[in-house]
């Protein structure tokens, strides 16, 4: 063993403090992925020391016993950080955790190893000692910290990195959470060892989320928006009753959402929310910064007023919808957080914790995060692609931003986005349509969220309940 220098500031470790043992380099990054995985998400203090050593070992304060692991991300030369010579290298590597011999929930047995040893993937179990071919944490850094779109330039026509641009979906992981199982495989680790370490898993739980982009489908536009909507719902929907609620709902504009409008079934959706125990949330696009994408409606309406009050009065949760082109400018995100909180405010309304996710999935990393931060948010919950669906992140848990250029912590948690409805129904993505196929996903994604113990966001849009079977959909899908 190599000299030891602590680098975490807690004097003595206490009973129950891992102490982690990893080469010197990236000290912030490592504190970082480490309070993440570590104390957030196992509940186990930590300590980390500086070791002249190639991986990474950890050990237990006052216990025997060792863990080793790869050191590969953290050993990237500082003039690579950040460029292609230091992605992953590929093909990955596949390990067999079933080699392992510990009881390990995972979505499959077999883990493609992001960093970590990829000549023959290994591991080893003694008393005492277990080796594991992942370098868990480098692995974990590069999906939270969303890395590789720092460095891959490709994006779609509206300026995303999109999923076929990703790791994950390039080596068929990302329709599972791999880090989470990652983390499984390291709980399991650490229980084997010191049993009774880890706090206990949190129940896996549903977050139920809706951008606002459009509260009525004839109301609150002009009067060419309203006729061109009538003339759809005619024409494919053979939905004659529109030719009197649309113009009806017109003419109220501003002053009242019609009932009978198809975009206006907030209460629909709050009911069944309510039905499973769970909170809405509702996000509210409160600017607007491009000629093409107007929203159809203003905060200070007094229709969304009276809809904001609504959704308050139910206990459900209010957010911000930063509209399209405020993702590379945190201004504007911070101005229009601010005029959501002012119209609330004077509703009456406050959030204990205020949060919400980009319009269009629109995103740069770490220039977004600076946005919701600037605008004293307490999350965001963008991250998913709107090409297809699944863990952009690796990971279906909340977890604090970083900033992986200028290496530093925000204070701002992300939720990760696992499914869009659009991403998985329509045409011009995975094109799956309202049945069987559809529902099949959502349930695999739901599913897997469930065997880690995580979160499943799902986004519907208010705007995409219109049908009989896309309802049908949604509340089977919650229901699954
Ligand atoms: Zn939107």
Redesign the pocket.
């Known amino acids: 063993m190599g000299n030891l220098n602590p680098t975490h500031s807690r004097s003595t470790p206490g009973a129950q403090t891992l102490i982690i043992e990893t080469p010197a380099t990236y000290p912030a990054e490592r504190h970082y992925i480490l309070t993440a995985l570590l104390a957030d998400w196992l509940g186990l203090p930590w300590q980390r020391v500086d070791a002249q050593r190639e991986d990474t070992r950890i050990r237990m304060a006052g216990h025997n016993g060792e863990i080793l692991m790869p050191d590969v991300l953290f050993q990237t030369a500082p003039q690579t950080w950040l460029t292609s010579s230091s992605l992953p290298s590929r093909p990955l590597a596949v390990w067999d955790t079933a080699e392992l011999g510990l009881e390990v929930n995972l979505i499959s047995r077999h883990l493609p190893v992001i960093y970590g040893d990829h000549r023959s993937p290994m591991s080893s179990l003694a008393p005492g000692r277990i080796c594991l071919p992942l370098d868990v944490f480098g692995s974990a850094f590069f999906m939270l910290t969303r890395y590789e779109e720092v460095v891959i330039p490709e994006r779609d026509q509206h300026d995303r990195f999109p999923a076929r641009a990703s790791l994950a979906y390039q080596e068929s992981f990302l329709e599972r959470p791999l880090i989470d199982e990652y983390v499984q495989v390291l709980r399991a680790s650490i229980e084997y060892l010191w049993p009774g370490a880890a706090k206990p898993v949190p129940e896996p739980e549903m977050r139920l989320t809706h951008?606002v982009?459009a509260p009525a489908r004839y109301a609150l536009g002009g009067f060419g928006r309203m006729l061109i909507h009538l003339a759809a719902d005619v024409v494919k929907r053979r939905a004659i009753r529109s030719l009197v609620s649309g113009p009806r709902a017109w003419i109220r504009g501003p002053r009242a959402l019609d009932p009978a409008d198809p975009f206006n079934c907030f209460d629909w959706i709050m009911d069944l929310s309510e039905k499973h125990g769970l909170r809405s949330a509702f996000y509210f696009i409160a600017g607007w910064t491009d000629s093409q994408k107007k929203p159809n409606y203003d905060i200070e309406m007094p229709a969304i007023r009276r809809l904001l009050r609504r959704i308050h009065d139910r206990g459900h949760e209010i957010g911000l919808?930063p509209s399209y082109n405020t993702y590379q400018q945190p201004d504007l995100i911070a101005a229009e957080a601010a005029r959501l909180k002012l119209v609330c405010a004077g509703e009456g309304i406050q959030e204990k914790a205020w949060g919400g996710r980009m319009?269009?999935l629109r995103w740069r990393t770490p220039t977004t995060l600076y946005g919701w931060e600037q605008a004293g948010m307490t999350y965001d919950s963008t991250l998913g692609y709107s090409d297809h669906a699944g863990f952009r992140c690796g990971t279906c848990r909340e977890y604090q931003a970083f900033d992986p250029v200028a290496s530093r912590s925000l204070n701002l948690r992300l939720r990760p986005l696992i499914a869009m409805e659009t991403t998985i129904i329509g045409k011009k993505h995975m094109g799956l349509g309202v049945g069987e196929a559809a529902y099949e996903v959502f349930l695999k994604l739901k599913r897997a969220c469930r065997a880690v113990n995580g979160a499943f966001t799902l986004l519907w849009h208010n705007s995409k309940l219109m049908t009989t079977r896309d309802k049908t959909l949604y509340q089977a899908v919650l229901a699954a």
Request: proline share 0%.
């Open positions: 951008d982009d919808h319009h269009f």
